[in-house]
């Protein structure tokens, strides 16, 4: 079955690029009309959606990060990643990706996102 | 952006009983676009209920959603141990897609 897996840093500076890869194994990400999305949690329990890619490259992202965001996907590899620019505190969170057929039906495990000095 | 509302913050039951949660819109959720989500510590959220009323693959069929428009509901028919969890609703009608804040179910 499909699965979802997060890397990268667990830790970023204020004012650099927090930078996340999502593997896919058990399917092909260009397989199907899914959506690849990224969504974070906050520590107080609060789910926010970033974006999402689809296989071809298109994105869509939330209008209150877009001027940060960037959400490549890599078909090659069977990744997608996630560049989020100038963090601040305010983006410390558990970053999630999750494969999207309207609602996210699939979710990887999740990685903790520190930003801090 | 569509904010939605989900009542009560906790809900405090015992095995065996019906839990009823609810999620209300600030603006109509076009088609029913209206998904449940149950999370447990340590996990990432877990798809219940999509389309409003429609579960997901292998979710027991104590689990039901209803609603249309702005209210929505989840009901869960006799409790086990394990649907003790926080529940998020989400609706992916309009963009940005949003989530509630989360109805934490514990065991009274």
């Known amino acids: 079955q499909v699965q979802l897996q997060e890397s990268g840093p667990g830790l970023v500076k204020p004012s650099q690029t927090l930078s996340l890869t999502c593997t896919v194994s058990?399917?092909?990400?260009?397989?199907?009309?899914?959506?690849w999305s990224w969504i974070r949690q906050y520590p107080g329990k609060g789910l926010e959606w970033i974006g999402y890619?689809?296989?071809?490259?298109?994105?869509y992202y939330n209008p209150s990060l877009k001027s940060r965001v960037t959400i490549s996907v890599d078909t090659s590899k069977n990744q997608f990643s996630l560049k989020l620019n100038s963090v601040t505190a305010a983006d410390t969170a558990v970053y999630y990706c999750?494969?999207?057929?309207?609602?996210?039906?699939?979710w990887g495990q999740g990685t903790m996102v520190t930003v801090s000095s | 952006e569509i904010v939605l509302t989900q009542s009560p913050g906790t809900l405090s039951l015992s095995p065996g009983e019906r839990a009823t949660l609810s999620c209300r819109a600030s603006?109509?959720?076009?088609?029913?676009?209206l998904a449940w989500y149950q999370q447990k510590p340590g996990q990432a959220p877990r798809l219940l209920i999509y389309?409003?009323?429609s579960r997901a693959t292998g979710i027991p069929d104590r689990f039901s959603g209803s609603g249309s428009g702005t209210d929505f509901t989840l009901t869960i028919n006799r409790l086990e141990p394990e649907d003790f969890a926080v529940y998020y609703c989400?609706?992916?009608?309009?963009?940005?897609?949003?989530f509630g804040q989360g109805t934490k179910l514990e065991i009274k």
């Open positions: 999750a494969r999207t057929v309207f609602a996210f039906d699939i």
């Open positions: 389309g409003a009323s």
């Open positions: 890619v689809s296989y071809s490259g298109s994105t």
């Open positions: 989400q609706q992916y009608g309009s963009s940005p897609r949003t």
């Open positions: 603006q109509s959720v076009s088609s029913s676009y």
């Open positions: 058990g399917g092909s990400i260009s397989g199907g009309s899914y959506y």
